[in-house]
Protein backbone atom coordinates (compact mmCIF):
# COMPACT_ATOMS: atom_id res chain seq x y z
CA UNK A 1 0.00 0.00 0.00
CA UNK A 2 1.41 3.30 -0.71
CA UNK A 3 2.36 5.77 1.80
CA UNK A 4 0.05 8.88 0.72
CA UNK A 5 -3.00 5.98 0.87
CA UNK A 6 -1.92 5.03 4.28
CA UNK A 7 -1.89 8.33 5.18
CA UNK A 8 -5.27 9.44 3.80
CA UNK A 9 -6.94 5.94 6.03
CA UNK A 10 -5.18 7.03 9.09
CA UNK A 11 -6.95 10.63 8.96
CA UNK A 12 -10.15 8.93 7.45
CA UNK A 13 -10.45 7.05 10.36
CA UNK A 14 -9.29 9.11 12.95
CA UNK A 15 -11.96 11.96 11.65
CA UNK A 16 -15.06 9.78 11.54
CA UNK A 17 -14.74 8.19 15.33
CA UNK A 18 -13.98 11.87 16.52
CA UNK A 19 -16.86 12.95 14.66
CA UNK A 20 -18.74 9.66 15.83
CA UNK A 21 -17.34 9.78 19.28
CA UNK A 22 -18.39 13.67 20.05
CA UNK A 23 -21.83 13.40 18.25
CA UNK A 24 -22.25 10.39 20.72
CA UNK A 25 -21.40 12.02 23.83
CA UNK A 26 -23.05 15.36 23.19
CA UNK A 27 -26.82 13.22 22.87
CA UNK A 28 -26.01 10.18 24.71
CA UNK A 29 -28.44 10.60 27.59
CA UNK A 30 -31.18 11.93 24.93
CA UNK A 31 -30.88 9.26 21.68
CA UNK A 32 -31.06 6.60 24.49
CA UNK A 33 -34.05 7.87 25.88
CA UNK A 34 -37.83 6.14 24.49
CA UNK A 35 -38.92 8.32 21.57
CA UNK A 36 -42.11 9.10 23.24
CA UNK A 37 -40.57 10.29 26.47
CA UNK A 38 -38.20 12.37 24.67
CA UNK A 39 -40.06 15.62 24.71
CA UNK A 40 -39.83 15.33 28.43
CA UNK A 41 -36.39 15.57 28.39
CA UNK A 42 -35.05 19.46 29.02
CA UNK A 43 -33.15 19.30 25.90
CA UNK A 44 -36.01 18.56 23.75
CA UNK A 45 -36.29 21.74 21.96
CA UNK A 46 -32.54 21.87 21.00
CA UNK A 47 -31.90 17.91 20.12
CA UNK A 48 -34.99 17.03 18.20
CA UNK A 49 -34.72 16.40 14.94
CA UNK A 50 -35.96 20.31 13.98
CA UNK A 51 -34.41 21.68 17.27
CA UNK A 52 -31.11 24.22 16.78
CA UNK A 53 -28.32 21.64 16.95
CA UNK A 54 -30.01 18.89 15.39
CA UNK A 55 -31.51 20.63 12.54
CA UNK A 56 -27.92 22.59 12.30
CA UNK A 57 -26.69 19.07 11.66
CA UNK A 58 -29.12 18.35 9.09
CA UNK A 59 -28.02 20.99 6.83
CA UNK A 60 -24.37 20.71 7.46
CA UNK A 61 -24.56 17.21 6.80
CA UNK A 62 -26.58 17.53 3.47
CA UNK A 63 -24.32 20.50 2.15
CA UNK A 64 -21.01 18.06 2.66
CA UNK A 65 -22.56 15.05 0.58
CA UNK A 66 -23.70 17.68 -2.19
CA UNK A 67 -20.46 19.84 -2.34
CA UNK A 68 -18.79 15.83 -2.43
CA UNK A 69 -20.40 15.03 -4.68
CA UNK A 70 -20.77 18.30 -7.26
CA UNK A 71 -17.48 18.76 -6.63
CA UNK A 72 -15.97 15.16 -7.95
CA UNK A 73 -18.49 15.36 -10.83
CA UNK A 74 -17.34 18.91 -11.54
CA UNK A 75 -13.53 18.07 -11.36
CA UNK A 76 -14.28 14.43 -13.39
CA UNK A 77 -16.40 15.91 -16.11
CA UNK A 78 -15.31 19.01 -17.12
CA UNK A 79 -11.47 18.61 -19.02
CA UNK A 80 -10.52 22.46 -18.73
CA UNK A 81 -10.50 21.27 -15.00
CA UNK A 82 -8.41 18.03 -15.55
CA UNK A 83 -4.85 19.72 -15.12
CA UNK A 84 -6.09 20.66 -11.29
CA UNK A 85 -5.08 17.63 -9.33
CA UNK A 86 -5.36 14.28 -9.27
CA UNK A 87 -8.64 12.55 -9.81
CA UNK A 88 -7.63 10.07 -7.26
CA UNK A 89 -7.35 12.91 -4.62
CA UNK A 90 -10.53 14.05 -5.54
CA UNK A 91 -11.85 10.73 -4.80
CA UNK A 92 -10.56 11.07 -1.40
CA UNK A 93 -12.03 14.65 -0.73
CA UNK A 94 -15.37 13.38 -2.69
CA UNK A 95 -15.24 10.07 0.31
CA UNK A 96 -14.22 12.11 3.19
CA UNK A 97 -17.09 14.43 2.86
CA UNK A 98 -19.65 12.13 1.86
CA UNK A 99 -18.98 9.72 4.63
CA UNK A 100 -18.85 12.37 7.05
CA UNK A 101 -22.14 14.20 6.13
CA UNK A 102 -24.09 10.85 6.37
CA UNK A 103 -22.86 10.67 9.92
CA UNK A 104 -24.16 14.22 10.58
CA UNK A 105 -27.30 13.27 9.03
CA UNK A 106 -27.76 10.28 10.77
CA UNK A 107 -27.32 12.58 13.69
CA UNK A 108 -29.91 14.78 12.61
CA UNK A 109 -32.83 12.32 12.55
CA UNK A 110 -31.99 11.22 16.17
CA UNK A 111 -31.99 7.77 15.11
CA UNK A 112 -36.05 7.75 14.09
CA UNK A 113 -37.38 7.79 10.54
CA UNK A 114 -40.67 8.47 8.81
CA UNK A 115 -42.33 9.75 5.83
CA UNK A 116 -40.35 11.05 2.79
CA UNK A 117 -37.30 11.75 4.70
CA UNK A 118 -36.67 7.90 5.52
CA UNK A 119 -36.67 7.22 1.84
CA UNK A 120 -33.66 10.04 1.75
CA UNK A 121 -32.30 8.09 4.79
CA UNK A 122 -32.09 4.64 3.67
CA UNK A 123 -30.80 5.00 -0.35
CA UNK A 124 -28.35 8.35 1.44
CA UNK A 125 -26.95 5.24 3.50
CA UNK A 126 -27.37 2.53 0.66
CA UNK A 127 -25.51 5.07 -1.36
CA UNK A 128 -22.51 5.58 1.24
CA UNK A 129 -21.92 1.61 1.89
CA UNK A 130 -22.27 0.58 -1.80
CA UNK A 131 -19.11 3.88 -2.14
CA UNK A 132 -16.94 1.51 0.13
CA UNK A 133 -16.93 -1.54 -2.73
CA UNK A 134 -16.80 1.00 -5.05
CA UNK A 135 -13.67 2.24 -3.95
CA UNK A 136 -12.17 -1.28 -3.78
CA UNK A 137 -13.12 -1.70 -7.38
CA UNK A 138 -11.82 1.53 -8.63
CA UNK A 139 -8.21 0.55 -7.20
CA UNK A 140 -7.96 -2.46 -9.09
CA UNK A 141 -8.55 -0.57 -12.75
CA UNK A 142 -5.13 0.86 -14.22
CA UNK A 143 -4.88 4.23 -13.94
CA UNK A 144 -2.40 6.74 -14.92
CA UNK A 145 -1.08 9.54 -12.49
CA UNK A 146 -3.72 11.53 -13.60
CA UNK A 147 -6.42 9.04 -12.14
CA UNK A 148 -7.52 8.55 -15.84
CA UNK A 149 -8.25 5.22 -16.91
CA UNK A 150 -5.73 3.30 -18.62
CA UNK A 151 -6.72 1.74 -22.19
CA UNK A 152 -5.38 -1.80 -22.73
CA UNK A 153 -2.88 0.26 -25.76
CA UNK A 154 -1.48 2.46 -22.69
CA UNK A 155 -0.98 -0.66 -20.63
CA UNK A 156 0.93 -2.29 -23.02
CA UNK A 157 3.25 0.40 -22.93
CA UNK A 158 2.98 0.77 -19.41
CA UNK A 159 4.58 -2.79 -19.68
CA UNK A 160 7.09 -2.24 -22.36
CA UNK A 161 8.75 0.45 -19.53
CA UNK A 162 9.06 -1.52 -17.02
CA UNK A 163 10.32 -4.28 -18.92
CA UNK A 164 13.07 -1.88 -20.26
CA UNK A 165 13.99 -0.12 -16.85
CA UNK A 166 14.41 -4.08 -15.74
CA UNK A 167 16.10 -5.56 -18.41
CA UNK A 168 18.83 -3.08 -17.61
CA UNK A 169 20.66 -6.25 -15.32
CA UNK A 170 20.26 -9.53 -14.96
CA UNK A 171 18.57 -10.00 -11.65
CA UNK A 172 16.13 -7.61 -13.13
CA UNK A 173 15.91 -10.13 -16.25
CA UNK A 174 15.66 -12.74 -13.95
CA UNK A 175 12.49 -10.85 -12.34
CA UNK A 176 10.48 -10.20 -15.83
CA UNK A 177 10.89 -14.21 -16.24
CA UNK A 178 10.10 -15.23 -12.66
CA UNK A 179 6.59 -12.45 -12.75
CA UNK A 180 5.44 -13.84 -15.96
CA UNK A 181 5.74 -17.44 -14.82
CA UNK A 182 4.16 -16.73 -11.94
CA UNK A 183 0.93 -15.19 -13.10
CA UNK A 184 0.93 -17.35 -16.21
CA UNK A 185 -0.62 -20.04 -14.22
CA UNK A 186 -3.39 -17.89 -13.68
CA UNK A 187 -6.54 -17.81 -16.00
CA UNK A 188 -9.11 -15.06 -16.31
CA UNK A 189 -12.14 -15.50 -14.44
CA UNK A 190 -15.14 -15.71 -16.31
CA UNK A 191 -18.08 -14.60 -13.95
CA UNK A 192 -18.40 -12.91 -10.23
CA UNK A 193 -17.42 -15.39 -8.09
CA UNK A 194 -14.18 -16.88 -9.91
CA UNK A 195 -13.35 -12.81 -10.20
CA UNK A 196 -13.21 -12.85 -5.79
CA UNK A 197 -11.51 -16.43 -6.03
CA UNK A 198 -9.01 -14.65 -8.95
CA UNK A 199 -8.22 -11.88 -6.53
CA UNK A 200 -7.29 -14.03 -3.47
CA UNK A 201 -5.43 -15.94 -5.49
CA UNK A 202 -3.39 -13.25 -7.22
CA UNK A 203 -2.77 -11.58 -4.19
CA UNK A 204 -0.67 -14.48 -2.78
CA UNK A 205 0.65 -14.91 -5.99
CA UNK A 206 1.56 -11.18 -5.82
CA UNK A 207 3.37 -11.65 -2.21
CA UNK A 208 5.70 -14.68 -3.16
CA UNK A 209 6.75 -12.95 -6.30
CA UNK A 210 7.96 -10.39 -3.81
CA UNK A 211 9.27 -12.19 -1.75
CA UNK A 212 10.93 -14.17 -4.44
CA UNK A 213 12.44 -10.82 -6.10
CA UNK A 214 14.02 -10.03 -2.77
CA UNK A 215 15.67 -13.29 -2.61
CA UNK A 216 17.08 -12.87 -6.24
CA UNK A 217 18.39 -9.17 -5.14
CA UNK A 218 19.85 -10.27 -2.07
CA UNK A 219 21.83 -12.81 -4.18
CA UNK A 220 23.44 -11.02 -6.18
CA UNK A 221 25.92 -7.89 -6.52
CA UNK A 222 23.51 -4.79 -7.85
CA UNK A 223 23.80 -1.86 -6.18
CA UNK A 224 21.30 -0.22 -3.37
CA UNK A 225 19.68 2.12 -5.60
CA UNK A 226 19.40 -0.58 -8.39
CA UNK A 227 18.03 -2.94 -5.85
CA UNK A 228 15.33 0.11 -5.41
CA UNK A 229 14.44 0.30 -8.75
CA UNK A 230 14.23 -3.21 -9.61
CA UNK A 231 12.03 -3.82 -6.19
CA UNK A 232 9.70 -0.64 -7.25
CA UNK A 233 9.85 -1.66 -10.69
CA UNK A 234 8.60 -5.55 -10.26
CA UNK A 235 5.68 -4.20 -7.90
CA UNK A 236 4.60 -2.17 -11.01
CA UNK A 237 4.66 -4.98 -13.19
CA UNK A 238 3.33 -7.13 -10.85
CA UNK A 239 0.17 -4.62 -9.98
CA UNK A 240 -0.23 -4.53 -14.18
CA UNK A 241 -0.24 -8.08 -14.52
CA UNK A 242 -2.58 -8.58 -11.39
CA UNK A 243 -5.03 -5.90 -12.71
CA UNK A 244 -4.84 -7.28 -16.15
CA UNK A 245 -5.93 -10.07 -15.36
CA UNK A 246 -9.03 -9.25 -13.39
CA UNK A 247 -9.90 -5.97 -16.00
CA UNK A 248 -13.09 -7.66 -17.69
CA UNK A 249 -14.75 -8.56 -15.15
CA UNK A 250 -13.44 -5.82 -12.57
CA UNK A 251 -15.07 -3.30 -15.73
CA UNK A 252 -18.03 -4.98 -15.60
CA UNK A 253 -18.68 -5.23 -12.01
CA UNK A 254 -17.77 -1.19 -11.83
CA UNK A 255 -20.05 -0.51 -14.24
CA UNK A 256 -23.19 -2.52 -12.60
CA UNK A 257 -22.00 -0.85 -9.44
CA UNK A 258 -22.14 2.71 -11.09
CA UNK A 259 -25.79 1.31 -11.76
CA UNK A 260 -26.54 1.55 -8.18
CA UNK A 261 -24.52 4.25 -6.82
CA UNK A 262 -25.46 7.18 -9.54
CA UNK A 263 -29.33 5.97 -9.48
CA UNK A 264 -29.18 5.97 -6.22
CA UNK A 265 -27.60 9.07 -5.46
CA UNK A 266 -30.33 10.78 -7.66
CA UNK A 267 -33.39 9.56 -5.40
CA UNK A 268 -31.24 10.37 -2.18
CA UNK A 269 -31.39 14.14 -3.43
CA UNK A 270 -34.83 14.41 -5.12
CA UNK A 271 -36.48 12.90 -1.61
CA UNK A 272 -34.43 15.25 0.35
CA UNK A 273 -34.85 18.11 -2.24
CA UNK A 274 -38.73 17.17 -1.24
CA UNK A 275 -38.20 16.89 2.72
CA UNK A 276 -36.43 20.48 2.73
CA UNK A 277 -39.50 22.01 0.81
CA UNK A 278 -41.53 19.92 3.59
CA UNK A 279 -39.46 21.38 6.08
CA UNK A 280 -40.08 24.71 4.75
CA UNK A 281 -43.38 24.39 4.11
CA UNK A 282 -43.88 23.99 7.61
CA UNK A 283 -41.89 27.25 9.12
CA UNK A 284 -39.21 25.51 9.73
CA UNK A 285 -36.20 28.05 9.51
CA UNK A 286 -33.19 26.77 11.65
CA UNK A 287 -31.71 29.74 13.42
CA UNK A 288 -31.89 31.49 10.30
C1 LIG B 1 -29.70 13.73 3.38
C2 LIG B 1 -30.10 14.63 4.25
C3 LIG B 1 -31.26 14.45 5.20
C4 LIG B 1 -31.91 13.32 5.61
C5 LIG B 1 -31.64 11.88 5.18
C6 LIG B 1 -32.90 13.70 6.58
C7 LIG B 1 -33.73 12.84 7.25
C8 LIG B 1 -34.60 13.20 8.26
C9 LIG B 1 -35.33 12.29 9.08
C10 LIG B 1 -35.29 10.77 8.94
C11 LIG B 1 -36.05 13.01 9.96
C12 LIG B 1 -36.93 12.50 11.10
C13 LIG B 1 -38.32 12.28 10.64
C14 LIG B 1 -39.14 11.78 11.82
O1 LIG B 1 -39.28 12.54 12.78
O2 LIG B 1 -39.57 10.66 11.75
C15 LIG B 1 -35.80 14.40 9.68
C16 LIG B 1 -36.39 15.45 10.34
C17 LIG B 1 -36.24 16.78 9.98
N1 LIG B 1 -35.37 17.27 9.03
FE1 LIG B 1 -34.13 16.18 7.89
N2 LIG B 1 -32.87 15.08 6.74
C18 LIG B 1 -31.88 15.57 5.91
C19 LIG B 1 -31.51 16.87 5.75
C20 LIG B 1 -32.26 17.93 6.21
C21 LIG B 1 -32.04 19.33 5.88
C22 LIG B 1 -30.97 19.83 4.91
C23 LIG B 1 -32.95 20.05 6.53
C24 LIG B 1 -33.10 21.54 6.49
C25 LIG B 1 -34.05 22.12 5.90
C26 LIG B 1 -33.77 19.13 7.32
C27 LIG B 1 -34.82 19.47 8.14
C28 LIG B 1 -35.51 18.63 8.95
C29 LIG B 1 -36.51 19.05 9.91
C30 LIG B 1 -36.98 20.47 10.15
C31 LIG B 1 -36.98 17.89 10.54
C32 LIG B 1 -38.04 17.78 11.63
C33 LIG B 1 -39.37 17.60 10.97
C34 LIG B 1 -40.50 17.43 11.96
O3 LIG B 1 -40.25 17.28 13.15
O4 LIG B 1 -41.65 17.42 11.49
N3 LIG B 1 -33.32 17.84 7.09
N4 LIG B 1 -34.90 14.49 8.65
C1 LIG C 1 -24.34 9.86 0.45
C2 LIG C 1 -23.14 9.64 0.06
C3 LIG C 1 -22.68 9.56 -1.39
C4 LIG C 1 -23.26 10.06 -2.52
C5 LIG C 1 -24.56 10.82 -2.67
C6 LIG C 1 -22.38 9.70 -3.63
C7 LIG C 1 -22.61 10.02 -4.96
C8 LIG C 1 -21.77 9.73 -6.00
C9 LIG C 1 -21.98 10.08 -7.38
C10 LIG C 1 -23.18 10.88 -7.89
C11 LIG C 1 -20.95 9.57 -8.10
C12 LIG C 1 -20.74 9.66 -9.60
C13 LIG C 1 -19.80 10.77 -9.91
C14 LIG C 1 -19.61 10.92 -11.37
O1 LIG C 1 -19.30 9.94 -12.05
O2 LIG C 1 -19.79 12.05 -11.83
C15 LIG C 1 -20.06 8.88 -7.20
C16 LIG C 1 -18.90 8.21 -7.55
C17 LIG C 1 -18.17 7.47 -6.70
N1 LIG C 1 -18.29 7.40 -5.33
FE1 LIG C 1 -19.77 8.21 -4.25
N2 LIG C 1 -21.30 9.00 -3.15
C18 LIG C 1 -21.45 8.89 -1.78
C19 LIG C 1 -20.59 8.28 -0.91
C20 LIG C 1 -19.48 7.57 -1.28
C21 LIG C 1 -18.61 6.87 -0.36
C22 LIG C 1 -18.80 6.83 1.14
C23 LIG C 1 -17.62 6.30 -1.12
C24 LIG C 1 -16.44 5.45 -0.70
C25 LIG C 1 -16.18 5.05 0.51
C26 LIG C 1 -17.87 6.62 -2.51
C27 LIG C 1 -17.11 6.19 -3.56
C28 LIG C 1 -17.34 6.54 -4.86
C29 LIG C 1 -16.56 6.01 -5.96
C30 LIG C 1 -15.41 4.99 -5.88
C31 LIG C 1 -17.09 6.59 -7.12
C32 LIG C 1 -16.69 6.28 -8.55
C33 LIG C 1 -15.65 7.13 -9.06
C34 LIG C 1 -15.57 7.06 -10.56
O3 LIG C 1 -16.00 6.13 -11.21
O4 LIG C 1 -15.01 8.03 -11.06
N3 LIG C 1 -19.01 7.39 -2.56
N4 LIG C 1 -20.58 9.00 -5.91
Not at 16 to 45: C, D, H, Q, W
Not at 66 to 74: A, D, K, M
Not at 165 to 189: C, H, W
Request: glycine fraction near 6%; charge should be positive; aromatic fraction near 10%.
Amino acid sequence: MKESHLLFLVFLVLIILTAIVSLSLKGFEYYLMPVELRPFNAEYSTMKPSGSYSHGLGIFGALMIIVGVSVYSTRKRIRALWSIGKLSRWLEFHIVLCLLGPILVIYHTTFKAGGIAAISLWTMLSVALSGIIGRFLYTLIPRNLNGNELSVDEIDKKMEEISTALQTSEVGKQVIQLLDESFEEIQKPRNFSETISTLFKLQRVKSGSQKQTRGLIAGSNVSHDQAKMIISSANARATLLQKSIVLQQVERIFYYWHVIHLPFSIIMFITLAAHVAVALWLGYRWIL
